[in-house]
């Protein structure tokens, strides 16, 4: 427990570059952990992090309180109850270029806390079932094209507070939701949602519960399965500019 594969402290002006892989297990382990690092990168690099015994203590591929990671034609896994990139740094900027996430069973591929987070059209994420998530942004201003493929009764992101722009592709499972939001904030969706399960049930693409503003472009084709939802709004803004379809509903009375 609590191993780690690469520990670097700085001044503000070193930097981490990983070309190779780094691969930790057990609870609480990290595999990059930096701080006082001005820049780290990670450019064709594996970053691995194993399963753990409760998400109260994860493990995480990438820790940093670093001004910038940059990650290009990457590898980021995390496995049950794991992280694979934790930034608590306010002023930080994040960029995924080309970067591959596999995120496992009750685990989180990006966790932001302040600053900014951008990840291209040609990054992806593989989401597990059983309350998996992609991008938790707290605080952020995020924008991402990642397609993901997001299992049943997961997350492709929630949004607490900031902002979040989206124009990726989605295939959502049964339960799933691919933007979820309860404490404000601003959503931009452009991107184009779908679900491939005839059984499934309750896959919302837009949730937002506390005031959010929502601005929808994109198709959300919840056609197949039950009593699902294009986009739900509490309290907030919404425009919509992009067909929605869903299916059929169950009675909910005996």
Do not use: H
Not at 54 to 62: E, H, M, N, T
Not at 115 to 143: C, E, M, P, R, V
Request: aromatic letters at 8%; glycine letters at 16%.
């Amino acid at each position: 427990d609590k191993a780690v594969g690469i520990y670097l402290e700085g001044n503000g002006s070193n930097t981490i570059d990983n070309t190779f892989k780094v691969k930790v297990n057990g609870n609480k382990a990290i595999g990059i952990y930096s701080t006082g690092i001005s820049a780290l990168t990670n450019t064709n690099g594996e970053v691995v992090v194993g399963d753990t015994l409760s998400f109260s203590a994860p493990s995480v591929g990438i820790y940093t309180d670093a001004g910038t990671i940059t990650s290009t034609n990457g590898k980021i896994e995390s496995g049950k109850n794991s992280i694979g990139i934790y930034s608590t740094n306010a002023s930080s900027n994040i960029s995924m270029t080309g970067t591959q996430f596999k995120v496992g069973e009750n685990g989180i591929g990006i966790y932001t806390s302040g600053g900014t987070l951008n990840i291209d059209n040609t990054s992806s994420f593989n989401i597990a079932n059983n309350s998996s998530l992609g991008i938790y942004s707290k605080n952020s201003t995020t924008t991402s094209g990642a397609n993901m493929g997001i299992g049943d009764n997961s997350f492709g992101y929630i949004l607490e507070t900031g902002s979040l722009t989206t124009s990726g592709t989605a295939t959502l499972g049964s339960g799933s939701v691919y933007i979820y939001s309860a404490n404000g904030g601003t959503i931009s969706n452009s991107g184009n949602l779908s679900t491939t399960n005839p059984n499934g049930e309750q896959t919302a693409g837009i949730y937002a519960t506390n005031g959010e503003t929502v601005t929808n472009s994109g198709a959300i084709d919840l056609s197949k399965g039950y009593s699902n939802i294009g986009i739900y709004s509490n309290n907030g803004n919404l425009t919509n500019t992009g067909r929605i379809d869903v299916g059929a509903g169950k009675d909910i009375y005996n």
